[in-house]
């Protein structure tokens, strides 16, 4: 029997209904965060991504991330985070739950 995705995650995601906002090569604005991990984010769009690109993606007050296109599905996106472990960590720490960060703690 094939592992799901759930099962093969370095961290727990948590499922969260979050505002965030995305920057690169669409204009700036606004998704819905569904859910979220130290690793990335599933984004929900008002229109399709298309070809265009996302770089940066923020929540409410926090630092920006960085962040990869792991995979598009028109107006639901997958992004990756791509900065220092560490800075995701501190940058996400508010939003997440104790329990996603268990695998950071025990790496450290």
Known sequence: MANSSEDRRIFPRAEVILIGSMDGSVDKRDCAV????????????DEPLDDRKIDTIRFSQSSALNV???????????VNF???PHHIANT????????CFEPFDKKA
């Open 34 to 45: 569904m859910d979220i991990s130290l690793t990335g984010a599933k984004l929900e769009l």
């Open 92 to 99: 996400l720490e508010a939003l997440l739950p104790e329990s």
């Open 68 to 78: 990869s296109i792991a995979w598009n599905n028109g107006k639901s996106v997958g």
């Open 82 to 84: 791509t900065d220092d």
